[in-house]
T-cell receptor, first 112, second 114 residues
Framework: GNSVTQMEGPVTLSEEAFLTINCTYT??????LFWYVQYPGEGLQLLLK?????DKGSNKGFEATYRKETTSFHLEKGSVQVSDSAVYFC???????????FGGGTRLMVKP | NAGVMQNPRHLVRRRGQEARLRCSPM?????VYWYRQLPEEGLKFMVY????????ESGMPKERFSAEFPKEGPSILRIQQVVRGDSAAYFC????????????FGSGTQLSVL
């Protein structure tokens, strides 16, 4: 079955630091890849996605590239802000529909 | 356009009681998904429903858990005879279609079993 592994948190950074959150996956076929963000007390929001190899998803300064050869989808941001503090989840879907398999989540804390 | 609405936001039950969690999908969405998030873990898929039908319940525990999505009204996740291990955040998501559609998540129901 599908599985997603992402780096454990918490990740603590100073404002304007560079962010990388690693994510690797195992899947059959050609899944789509997603990053979701969960702010305190809220549900998950889609941050970005990529649907095929070498696609780059980007949103709000975050980006991630679908790397089929390394089965990875690492999340990056060049300069984080305090408002980026949240839990970030990497996810993949199956080929047939919308059921998502999530990683364990990575808590990001950005200090001013 | 209201998003996915879940209620209650917090639910406290004693062991052996029943818990009923409600989810109203976004307007125009007929596909509903339930996920469970245990403390310090990621979300685990439980069940996928389309109006009046269970499409995939491969993530649902075989005992005590059931879900429905009637023709009228919200989707209901029902947990009978709750135990402490059921304490978790339960999230509902909805989509317009069943394939390659964006999922919209509710804010979740935090179930605490005393």
């Amino acid at each position: 079955g599908n599985s997603v592994t992402q780096m454990e948190g918490p990740v603590t950074l100073s404002e304007e630091a560079f962010l990388t959150i690693n994510c690797t996956y195992t899947a059959t076929g050609y899944p789509s890849l997603f990053w979701y963000v969960q702010y305190p007390g809220e549900g998950l929001q889609l941050l970005l996605k990529a649907t095929k190899a070498d696609d780059k998803g980007s949103n709000k300064g975050f980006e991630a590239t679908y790397r089929k050869e390394t089965t990875s989808f690492h999340l990056e941001k060049g300069s984080v802000q305090v408002s980026d503090s949240a839990v970030y989840f990497c996810a993949i879907n199956n080929n047939a529909g919308n059921m998502l398999t999530f990683g364990g989540g990575t808590r990001l804390m950005v200090k001013p | 356009n209201a998003g996915v609405m879940q209620n209650p936001r917090h639910l406290v039950r004693r062991r052996g009681q029943e818990a009923r969690l409600r989810c109203s999908p976004m307007k125009g969405h007929s596909h509903v998904y339930w996920y469970r998030q245990l403390p310090e873990e990621g979300l685990k898929f439980m069940v996928y429903l389309q109006k009046e039908n269970i499409i995939d319940e491969s993530g649902m525990p075989k005992e005590r858990f059931s879900a429905e999505f009637p023709k009228e009204g919200p989707s209901i996740l029902r947990i009978q005879q709750v135990v402490r291990g059921d304490s978790a955040a339960y999230f509902c998501a909805s989509s317009r279609g069943g394939s390659n559609e964006k999922l919209f998540f509710g804010s979740g129901t935090q179930l605490s079993v005393l």
